[in-house]
């Protein structure tokens, strides 16, 4: 494994990175959970990824499970707010409310004492940033989180809230987690220049834009047994699994190939070669998927290689 700082800030992370969405707490029962958790520890990922919303707080509960016995300092765990939890009014946003209510849930079903990492899952334009701000400059005094983040902001949106934390010598955000892959690479317009001047790590989440990247895929064949299949776990990657954009990708296979990496391996050491991007998050169900991931890292591809791919899927 390899190792990046998250943004300008001290904390490492691993490059590959284990996430829960739409698996730890959901399709994927505990046993299953605990044994691909510390598989990933074994190979060297320090940073695990979930949210409260996540199964509905069952992910965090889950990879909590999972997580016990594994020393403390030696992980990264990134917990996320801002989604409904319930149908009372305030138990969604970033109000100070919400962050802190939000927190002690996720601490109680994670097990621990503090979270290394917070993220605001979405902006929420009904909440002054200032209020936002502080919020956690205070739970990050109470050492109930150590730093916070961002996910799926606009590039204005993460200059404002560094420019109010530096107005009130508060703590900056170190991280964004936006969507990026081969296929959606809309934030190296705005997002990453803003992120790269500002001191913001990236932490992807979709690499392999939910499987499709991985070549399992094909026009007219969709496996039974996968995610494409699961009309629980599919709804957001019906764009991906078009006849045309499975096309596209099918020419990625030979490309692969001829630097004798997996497509998977490929298209996570392509978001890798950003240098803002400190960690891509992988979503799996099966040891050997997270084996074939992990040997992206360290992973630099030819110059040639990376032009032939922006041929095929153009930066916007």
Same mark, same amino acid.
């Given at each position: 494994m390899k190792y990046r700082n998250l943004g300008r800030s001290g904390l490492v992370v691993s490059e590959i990175s284990l996430g829960s969405w739409l698996t730890f707490g959901s399709s994927v029962d505990r046993k299953a959970t605990r044994d691909m958790v510390h598989r990933a520890f074994d190979l060297g990922i320090n940073l695990f990824d979930t949210a409260d919303v996540y199964a509905n707080g069952a992910s965090e509960e889950a990879l909590g499970y999972a997580l016990r016995g594994v020393p403390r300092p030696n992980l990264v765990i990134a917990s996320k707010c801002f989604f409904p939890m319930s149908e009372s009014p305030n138990d969604r946003g970033l109000s100070r409310k919400h962050i802190v209510e939000s927190v002690e849930g996720s601490l109680r079903r994670l097990g621990t004492d503090y979270l290394d990492l917070l993220q605001c899952h979405r902006a929420d334009p009904r909440t002054p940033i200032e209020?936002?701000? =502080?919020?956690?400059? #205070? %739970?990050? $005094?109470?050492?109930?989180? %150590?730093? /916070?983040?961002?996910?799926? /902001? &606009?590039? #204005?949106? +993460?200059?404002?809230? =560094?420019?109010?934390?530096?107005?009130?010598?508060?703590? $900056?955000? +170190? &991280?964004?987690?936006?969507?990026? &892959? +081969? %296929? $959606? $690479?809309?934030?190296?317009?705005?997002? %990453?220049?803003? =992120?790269?001047?500002?001191?913001?790590g990236q932490i992807v989440f979709s690499p392999l834009a939910q499987g499709a990247l991985t070549g399992k895929y094909r026009a007219g064949a969709v496996p039974a047994d996968s995610r494409g299949a699961d009309p629980q776990r599919n709804v957001f990657m019906s764009a991906f699994l078009e006849e045309e954009a499975l096309s596209r990708i099918e020419a990625l296979r030979p490309l692969a190939a001829d630097v004798g990496l997996s497509m998977a391996q490929l298209a996570l050491a392509w978001c890798l070669r950003q240098p803002s991007v400190s960690s891509v998050i992988v979503g799996v169900t099966r040891p050997e998927q997270l084996t074939d991931n992990l040997e992206a890292a360290g992973k630099t591809l030819p110059t040639e290689l990376q032009a032939r791919i922006d041929a095929l899927f153009p930066a916007p």
């Open positions: 209020e936002t701000v =502080c919020a956690f400059e #205070d %739970l990050v $005094r109470q050492g109930k989180i %150590l730093y /916070w983040g961002v996910s799926e /902001w &606009s590039a #204005d949106a +993460i200059s404002e809230a =560094c420019r109010v934390a530096d107005q009130r010598h508060a703590y $900056r955000p +170190i &991280s964004n987690q936006p969507q990026y &892959s +081969i %296929l $959606r $690479r809309r934030v190296e317009a705005e997002v %990453l220049p803003t =992120c790269e001047r500002e001191g913001l």
